[in-house]
């Protein structure tokens, strides 16, 4: 039996070597690369439209320019803005980004837990009866009763930092979630205003359709009564009934788009396919381009454009696995030990209590393995991560080039459409004068049908072609803001969730206060927020 002065020992020897082995564990090195943000091309400057003949230059003074974080307000039209609220409030796909945020940060207390030793209490009872020649001679008890309560630790050090590594790239990974968080919520905000630029286009398109109808329904009741007084042929009566059933036929397949849209809508607020024709269907729109944009500089996108941080924390978290695939060529160090106590009794006499001093058992031991036959597959292993890490930063690396891409694109779509607009309204009022002169000259006699076709032709086609040119500017708009990172303040946050999901999740497990207070120190602020 140990004594008390050698049990006091290796307990004190076994605090000291963890204290001592904690602190190599946490200061020890860290094998692998540190990650460093990839360089990136970047464009000194992004285009400035001038005045030509086919172009218009992009007010982008800053004063009166939208507030980027709520770039819809530039667009003045207030169910919009409702929209937008709806949409960030209850999208289903967006609520599914803010929950795999809470699964990321989970995933990250587990990582936090590799630094510390595994400790476990364990205990047990076993009462045996194994008669034998020597107890029945001596016509003696063979039961026995064994009784054991130890608290047993283990500790693998992190002396080459493969679990810190672990926990590095954890928390990456969760900062990479939560920047898709807002990523997503960006092109939320993006989607819903296209879409409802969408909706309001075909809602014009549909007027211009009805305009047209009524006007060549007009055409044909002059080609008719022409036709009864046999002023014209059946030819006129034929071409006009003709190009009315044409345009009339059109309208369909416009309400179909429109109605369509409404549903995509629908899906986009959370709700059902009819939510938008209930809530919204009599609503007018307002929708006006904003006055001015504010730009800025490509620079600027490296922290503005929250799915740029995504694929940086993404590229970190793979930075970080090859450290801890290293750490795996490299010998690991582990400390071991139990303390408790352990009582035997034979022949039904009990020696003494379980927790007497004299039942007291203790160990401290340690270990170390070194892989000797397996290098060469954990080398591979670290090539493998290598390759994944470097495909990441080319991915961060594309994501920057797209990033300034999808800005020219949008700032050209603005140029051209506000230059294409103004020709086109020019167009608009020289048909409806065409029109009215085809008309009248045909009821006069001095023209042929065909000569009024030509020209209700050319209107309905150039009013149509305004209406999507405007369309097609309101959409430059929003996809320059989206392409500038509008619509995120530039913090991590992490989100709430909806109640009543809240309610849920707590009935199935204990989440403790994770859910009810979402403020989470470790997603700090960027070193820049977007005023």
Same mark, same amino acid.
């Given at each position: 039996?140990?004594?008390?002065?050698?049990?006091? +020992?290796? =307990?004190?020897?076994?605090?000291?070597?963890?204290?001592?082995?904690?602190?190599?564990?946490?200061?020890?090195?860290?094998?692998?690369?540190?990650?460093?943000?990839?360089?990136?091309?970047?464009?000194?400057?992004?285009?400035?439209?001038?005045?030509?003949?086919?172009? /218009?230059?992009?007010?982008?003074?800053?004063?009166?320019?939208?507030?980027?974080?709520?770039?819809?307000?530039?667009?003045? %039209?207030?169910?919009?803005?409702?929209?937008?609220?709806?949409?960030?409030?209850?999208?289903?796909?967006?609520?599914?980004?803010?929950?795999?945020?809470?699964?990321?940060?989970?995933?990250?207390?587990?990582?936090?837990?590799?630094?510390?030793?595994?400790?476990?209490?364990?205990?047990?009872?076993?009462?045996?009866?194994?008669?034998?020649?020597?107890?029945?001679?001596?016509?003696?008890?063979? &039961?026995?009763?064994?009784?054991?309560?130890?608290?047993?630790?283990?500790?693998?050090?992190?002396?080459?930092? !493969?679990?810190?590594?672990?926990?590095?790239?954890?928390?990456?990974?969760?900062?990479?979630?939560?920047?898709?968080?807002?990523?997503?919520?960006?092109?939320?905000?993006?989607?819903?205003?296209? *879409?409802?630029?969408?909706?309001?286009?075909?809602?014009?398109?549909?007027?211009?359709?009805?305009?047209?109808?009524?006007?060549?329904?007009?055409?044909?009741?002059?080609?008719?009564?022409?036709?009864?007084?046999?002023?014209?042929?059946? +030819?006129?009566?034929?071409?006009?009934?003709?190009?009315?059933?044409?345009?009339?036929?059109?309208?369909?397949?416009?309400?179909?788009?429109?109605?369509?849209?409404?549903?995509?809508?629908?899906?986009?607020?959370?709700?059902?396919?009819?939510?938008?024709?209930?809530?919204?269907?009599?609503?007018?729109?307002?929708?006006?381009?904003?006055?001015?944009?504010?730009?800025?500089?490509?620079?600027?996108?490296?922290?503005?454009?929250?799915?740029?941080?995504?694929? /940086?924390?993404?590229?970190?978290?793979?930075?970080?696995?090859?450290?801890?695939?290293?750490?795996?060529?490299?010998?690991?160090?582990?400390?071991?030990?139990?303390?408790?106590?352990?009582?035997?009794?034979?022949?039904?006499?009990?020696?003494?209590?379980?927790?007497?001093?004299?039942?007291?058992?203790?160990?401290?031991?340690?270990?170390?393995?070194?892989?000797?036959?397996?290098?060469?597959?954990?080398?591979?292993?670290?090539?493998?991560? %290598?390759?994944?890490?470097?495909?990441?930063?080319?991915?961060?690396?594309?994501? &920057?080039?797209?990033?300034?891409?999808?800005?020219?694109?949008?700032?050209?779509?603005?140029?051209?459409?506000?230059?294409? *607009?103004?020709?086109?309204? !020019?167009?608009?009022?020289?048909?409806?004068?065409?029109?009215?002169?085809?008309?009248?000259?045909?009821?006069?006699?001095?023209?042929?049908?065909?000569?009024?076709?030509?020209?209700?032709?050319?209107?309905?086609?150039?009013?149509?072609? +305004?209406?999507?040119?405007?369309?097609?500017?309101?959409?430059?708009? &929003?996809?320059?803001?989206?392409?500038?990172?509008?619509?995120?303040?530039?913090?991590?946050?992490?989100?709430?969730?909806?109640?009543?999901?809240? !309610?849920?999740?707590?009935?199935?497990?204990?989440?403790?206060?994770? =859910?009810?207070?979402?403020?989470?120190?470790?997603?700090?602020?960027?070193?820049?927020?977007?005023?």
């Amino acid at each position: 039996m140990l004594s008390s002065h050698t049990v006091f +020992l290796k =307990l004190w020897l076994l605090r000291r070597i963890f204290l001592v082995f904690g602190a190599i564990s946490v200061s020890g090195c860290m094998v692998g690369p540190d990650f460093q943000a990839p360089e990136t091309k970047l464009q000194a400057q992004f285009s400035d439209p001038q005045k030509t003949e086919f172009t /218009e230059p992009i007010p982008t003074s800053l004063e009166g320019a939208p507030n980027p974080v709520r770039w819809w307000a530039g667009f003045n %039209d207030p169910t919009l803005t409702d929209l937008l609220a709806r949409a960030a409030r209850d999208n289903l796909s967006l609520q599914r980004a803010a929950i795999r945020i809470y699964q990321a940060r989970s995933q990250l207390g587990v990582a936090d837990a590799s630094l510390l030793p595994t400790v476990g209490l364990s205990g047990g009872a076993a009462r045996s009866d194994q008669p034998n020649a020597l107890t029945q001679f001596l016509n003696i008890s063979s &039961v026995s009763t064994t009784q054991n309560l130890v608290v047993q630790a283990n500790w693998e050090i992190d002396f080459w930092g !493969k679990y810190r590594r672990g926990i590095e790239s954890t928390a990456s990974s969760l900062f990479s979630t939560t920047a898709a968080y807002y990523a997503a919520d960006v092109s939320l905000a993006a989607d819903v205003a296209n *879409t409802y630029i969408t909706i309001r286009n075909y809602q014009s398109l549909i007027r211009v359709a009805r305009a047209n109808l009524a006007l060549q329904a007009e055409s044909l009741r002059i080609a008719s009564s022409r036709f009864k007084n046999g002023a014209t042929s059946l +030819l006129d009566l034929s071409q006009a009934e003709s190009q009315y059933e044409q345009t009339k036929s059109e309208i369909p397949t416009l309400i179909s788009a429109l109605k369509n849209a409404e549903y995509a809508m629908s899906i986009l607020l959370g709700e059902t396919p009819d939510f938008y024709e209930k809530t919204y269907g009599k609503t007018t729109g307002t929708l006006q381009p904003p006055k001015s944009l504010q730009v800025g500089i490509p620079k600027d996108l490296l922290r503005r454009r929250p799915d740029v941080l995504q694929a /940086e924390y993404a590229a970190a978290a793979q930075s970080a696995l090859i450290g801890v695939n290293t750490a795996a060529l490299y010998p690991s160090f582990s400390l071991s030990g139990y303390f408790g106590f352990q009582n035997v009794s034979v022949n039904n006499v009990s020696q003494s209590s379980l927790f007497s001093w004299d039942n007291r058992t203790a160990s401290i031991g340690g270990s170390f393995m070194f892989p000797l036959f397996y290098r060469g597959a954990i080398i591979d292993q670290i090539r493998v991560q %290598d390759a994944v890490f470097q495909s990441s930063v080319l991915a961060y690396q594309n994501q &920057v080039l797209q990033a300034q891409k999808e800005v020219e694109q949008a700032l050209t779509a603005i140029s051209t459409t506000r230059s294409s *607009t103004e020709d086109l309204k !020019k167009s608009v009022a020289a048909a409806q004068r065409a029109a009215t002169l085809a008309l009248d000259r045909y009821k006069a006699g001095q023209n042929d049908y065909n000569t009024v076709i030509v020209a209700q032709q050319q209107l309905l086609q150039v009013q149509n072609s +305004l209406v999507q040119t405007q369309t097609n500017n309101l959409l430059g708009y &929003v996809a320059a803001f989206k392409a500038l990172g509008g619509g995120w303040s530039g913090e991590f946050a992490v989100p709430a969730l909806p109640p009543a999901m809240v !309610k849920q999740m707590q009935e199935r497990t204990n989440w403790g206060d994770a =859910l009810a207070n979402p403020a989470e120190p470790r997603l700090v602020k960027s070193s820049e927020t977007i005023q």
